[in-house]
Structures are given as C-alpha cells and as structure tokens.
T-cell receptor
Framework: LAKTTQPISMDSYEGQEVNITCSHN???????ITWYQQFPSQGPRFIIQ???TKVTNEVASLFIPADRKSSTLSLPRVSLSDTAVYYC???????????FGQGTTLQVKP | KAGVTQTPRYLIKTRGQQVTLSCSPI?????VSWYQQTPGQGLQFLFE???????NKGNFPGRFSGRQFSNSRSEMNVSTLELGDSALYLC??????????????FGPGTRLTVL
C-alpha cells in the first residue's frame, strides 16, 4: 500500500502562494493522487486529483513529476479561510481505498 | 445536487451499547465508504459497499459492520461499544466502485461519544 509523507505543519500569510509537497514512493501504476481539505469537525472536502503532469481547477493546481513519487499542491493567494488540514493521499486504482496520512496543518496569518 | 448526508450528527452512548449510523450518498452514486477519525489514529478506512455488497474492508474488529440498501443508502453498526470507539465517523460516496480516479465525496460526519 502506498503511504504518503507530508510536512506536519506550515505557516503562510494572506495573499501568498502556498506549495505543499507530498512523497509517495510506493505508488502503483493504477493509483491516483488526491488532495482533501478538512476543517475541524467537518468531513474532508475534495480539492483536486491527478495521475501525472499538471492538473488545475478553480481552487488549486497539482504538479506531479514523471516518476510520480511525489506531488505538490499549489494554493494561489491564500486567505485566512484556507487555514485547515490538507491531506495528500493515494487512491488505490484497483480498490479505491483511500489511505490517509497525518496531513499538513496550514495556518494562514493576516 | 445535494451532498452526502449523515444522521445523526451527534450521538452519546454508554459502554456496552450498540449504535447505528446512517449515510445517504449523492444521488446517482452507488458506492459508500465509511471512515473513522480520531485524534490519535487519524482517518482510517472501515469498509466500502457497492451494489449492496461489501467490496473492501479495513482492519477493524467484527463489532463494526455495515450494510447497503437497494437505494444505495448505507448504515454502519457498532456493537458492544467501547470508550475507544468515540470518534467522528465519516461516510463518502462515489459514482462507481471507487478506484480508477473516481472521486469520493465526504459527508459532515457523525460525532459519537461513548461514556
């Protein structure tokens, strides 16, 4: 099973771009890389998912190098409301089982 | 389109009791997965149901069980509650059997407290 490793915490300021890098050395061919955001006492909210190269949506970008052993979530111009825990995880392609790591607690300061 | 709904949102039980939690997936979604979240263990996968059949199972004791109905709604049951079962229980739905990039969408969770 592919486990993920990401920084436990990060600090940023409003208006800055935040990049959170995650490593997943044992990722399998059929696995997808997915990021979720979670606020206290709420369910995780899907942010973005990708398989390789770059994926962009209205809230974030996901960069995945060719070897797929890591990925970087990029949040442009963060605001105070982006303070949350961000989970990088691998969705197993054959079972879909999500393996959650400890997540990165992002603190955005004014 | 309405999101994933879970009932009840909060529940208080005592040790030894049993509890049933309910999850209604997004309309059209056929897969429902259950997760347990605690401060110590984080988010852990319990099981997944698709077309009324359990397809995947995590490493939890047999006291944790579930089922899915023909309308894709799912229930999770925990028998003989222990203090350590206090947690946020989350369900997630996806259109098909999750995998191959099919995104799972989470509900708000049920906060279970065991006294």
């Amino acid at each position: 099973l592919a486990k993920t490793t990401q920084p436990i915490s990060m600090d940023s300021y409003e208006g800055q771009e935040v990049n959170i890098t995650c490593s997943h050395n044992n990722i399998a061919t059929n696995d997808y890389i997915t990021w979720y955001q979670q606020f206290p006492s709420q369910g995780p909210r899907f942010i973005i998912q990708g398989y390789k190269t770059k994926v962009t949506n209205e809230v974030a970008s996901l960069f995945i190098p060719a070897d797929r052993k890591s990925s970087t979530l990029s949040l442009p111009r963060v605001s105070l409301s982006d303070t949350a825990v961000y989970y990088c995880l691998v969705a197993q392609g054959n079972t879909g089982k999500l393996i959650f790591g400890q997540g990165t607690t992002l603190q955005v300061k004014p | 389109k309405a999101g994933v709904t879970q009932t009840p949102r909060y529940l208080i039980k005592t040790r030894g009791q049993q509890v049933t939690l309910s999850c209604s997936p997004i309309s059209g979604h056929r897969s429902v997965s259950w997760y347990q979240q605690t401060p110590g263990q984080g988010l852990q996968f319990l099981f997944e149901y698709f077309s009324e059949t359990q397809r995947n199972k995590g490493n939890f004791p047999g006291r944790f069980s579930g089922r899915q109905f023909s309308n894709s709604r799912s229930e999770m049951n925990v028998s003989t509650l222990e203090l350590g079962d206090s947690a946020l229980y989350l369900c997630a739905s996806s259109a098909t059997l999750s995998g191959g990039g099919d995104t799972q969408y989470f509900g708000p969770g049920t906060r279970l407290t065991v006294l």
